[in-house]
């Protein structure tokens, strides 16, 4: 394998849940990769297998992570060409999202971090497509990457959501805030709780999220991944399998598009 080859990863297909496949990839631990998210060049071939050239698709950076590897400064840097603007992000297995609250401080264990008062989610807009493209190449690896598509408008969507959480939470702090998008883990499906929000899930297409939750990348699709992700090199079945699902061993071949 040459110097500057993507390493190998390591692809687990978890059991389909309703209408969505879903898989994590991640570096193939064996090999001594310090992030648990698929690197930059590596993470850039797996978008471009997942989306489309002409795919609209919401582009965002999860902004409690942005601390990584000096993303901030990345974003600082590049602010006036991806124009940013601030919303909030939404698990989809849990309630109505609030402030802090004495009763977490109190729960809190020792030497545990708490949670952001607001998953705030910061939406890149570059001018073109390639220019999503180019967001990857230089946040993809600290876990900070969201990006989705729907069917059907993108706009109408995000309008939708808008009218949805903003009646559904009570913080007002929140609550008046200009977006709102979905957030999901690799068992949020699994989750009673997803049930009474998979409907602001249900136009998705295709998703895309460095998960720090999974200490993957999660993908979650209505269309079969594992063939896209085949096209970037051979997937070969690891002979030891995980209890959450099947994995594959998978080197991104230098052509890869």
């Not at 631990?29 to 310090?34: D, E, H, T, Y």
């Not at 990345?74 to 939404?90: E, Y």
């Amino acid at each position: 394998m040459l110097a500057d080859s993507p390493p190998p990863l390591l692809v687990t297909e978890l059991p389909p849940v309703g209408p969505w496949f879903r898989c994590l990839i991640r570096p193939a631990r064996n090999f001594g990769v310090k992030r648990p998210f698929p690197p930059p060049s590596a993470a850039v071939a797996i978008r471009g297998a997942l989306f489309a050239d002409k795919t609209q698709t919401f582009l965002a950076l999860q902004m409690w992570r942005l601390h990584e590897d000096g993303k901030a400064d990345v974003l600082a840097r590049m602010g006036a060409s991806w124009n940013p603007g601030f919303g909030v992000g939404v698990w989809l297995d849990q309630g109505p999202p609030t402030l802090w609250t004495a009763e977490e401080f109190m729960r809190l264990p020792p030497g545990s971090a708490i949670r952001p008062p607001i998953w705030t989610v910061i939406a890149v807009n570059p001018a073109a497509q390639s220019g999503a493209v180019e967001v990857w190449r230089r946040m993809a690896g600290s876990g900070v990457l969201l990006e989705f598509s729907v069917n059907g408008s993108l706009e109408s969507y995000l309008r939708e959501n808008l009218a949805f959480f903003r009646e559904w939470i009570q913080e007002g702090a929140i609550r008046s805030q200009p977006f709102f998008v979905p957030l999901v883990r690799g068992n949020t499906f699994d989750n009673r709780a997803f049930s009474s929000l998979e409907s602001r899930f249900q136009p998705v297409e295709t998703y895309l999220r460095e998960s720090s939750e999974d200490e993957a990348l999660l993908v979650v699709s209505r269309q079969p991944i594992l063939p896209r992700i085949g096209r970037l090199g051979p997937l070969d079945r690891e002979p030891s399998q995980a209890s959450s699902g099947i994995s594959f061993r998978l080197i991104i071949e230098g052509n890869a598009r």
